[in-house]
């Protein structure tokens, strides 16, 4: 084309090319963060581990890959009442990637709660009173038992 745009009559030799562009794709381990999703059964404690390595390869463009710096596993334990291995497809955030593995197992264990709200109590007021001096932790004890202020009971004791 000329400056105003018109065809000009020009025979080129070869008329076709080939262009050959390569095209590289990288890669970046980044670490499986496990994510408790669902509604845990009431008095019931989940463990979920990964079994195997807890990392992925994702594969696709580098500035894509920049900007993530780990995969989060949603793991739902809704419904789980019992130890059990689940086959999960690793999510990838964007649909340019890809992921390796495609899949990985998840272990969940379920116990029951340690505590129950009444042991929490207990276990605040043992605390409180280990970290004091024996006077204090008597003192601290019988102050929940009787509604008296610690400085009345200090002059009981004494």
Do not use: H
């Not at 390569?22 to 509604?39: A, M």
């Not at 007021?125 to 929940?144: K, V």
């Amino acid at each position: 084309m000329d400056a105003s745009g018109n065809k000009l009559n020009v025979s080129v030799d070869p008329q076709e090319i080939s262009v050959r562009i390569p095209i590289s794709l990288y890669g970046k381990k980044v670490p499986l963060v496990i994510q408790q999703i669902g509604v845990p059964l009431e008095g019931k404690v989940y463990t979920i581990d990964v079994d195997g390595e807890a990392s992925v390869t994702l594969t696709g463009d580098k500035s894509i890959l920049a900007d993530i710096d780990e995969v989060f596993l949603p793991v739902s334990v809704t419904g789980v009442e019992s130890n059990t291995t689940q086959t999960l497809t690793i999510p990838v955030v964007n649909d340019t990637l890809t992921a390796t593995p495609t899949t990985i197992k998840v272990n969940i264990r379920v116990s029951n709660a340690a505590e129950t709200p009444a042991d929490s109590e207990t276990t605040a007021d043992e605390g409180e009173s280990s970290s004091s001096a024996d006077e204090s932790s008597a003192i601290a004890s019988s102050a929940s038992d009787n509604p008296k202020s610690e400085e009345d009971q200090s002059d009981s004791s004494s």
